[in-house]
């Protein structure tokens, strides 16, 4: 979808186009010192409405806030500092707006899930839809998950919780390294699920049998190391 911003002294064109990693931030329950580390870390930081308070809460200036702008408290001063976007359709959610809206080689989400379900399910359908061309990190208090399409490995600690969440149907050719193997399964929601395994101590593989999203949940300590290895895949 493309639209203009109609911000009069910023006419150019979307998406906006990032060389680092994002941080897309809503209205849900985000940690401060979190957002304080990703900016010292130079990921660029975007507002999903009224998610752009929430990042000038923890002392920070979004690099751009998008969205219809219903829950966005001062709008007018936030024009004076930052790049504001104002897509009044009423199709898609505002992080699905800032999703369309952003282009950058990894993309965080923070404070769009657990405060409330409706809103948790509507950014799951939207990494859903975003993950043939974009890895999506959804982060909260407890968890970091990761939307990605394809053969994944990382290395976890012995007994550490691996959760393979699947987002559609989806088939796994095999694995290694982890306690249940996903070899020759079908996962799928409403059905087989594969929450609450364990790493072995080392290296784990996950390999499906092809090109379908699937989830991958880890503990939020793990965020860093995710990070580094979706933007060397990305390199």
Known sequence: MTVQSPTPDN???LPMLFDRPIAIVGGGVVDHGLLRDL???DVALVGADGGGDAIGAAGLVPDAIVGDL??????RDWEQRTRVVHIPEQITTD????LYSTRAPLTLALGMTGKRLDHTLAALSAVLQAAPERSTLLVDEVDVALTTVGAFGFDAHHRERVSVHPLLPIRFRR?????YPLDGLTLEPGGLLGTSNEGMGG???IVPNDETPWMLILGRQRL?????ICCADSA
């Open 203 to 205: 290296r784990i593989e």
């Open 95 to 98: 992080f699905q707006k800032a």
């Open 11 to 13: 006419t150019s064109p």
């Open 224 to 228: 860093w190391d995710l990070m580094a």
């Open 39 to 41: 900016a010292e870390r």
């Open 175 to 179: 694995s290694t390294g982890l306690l």
């Open 70 to 75: 219903d829950s966005l408290f001062d709008r």
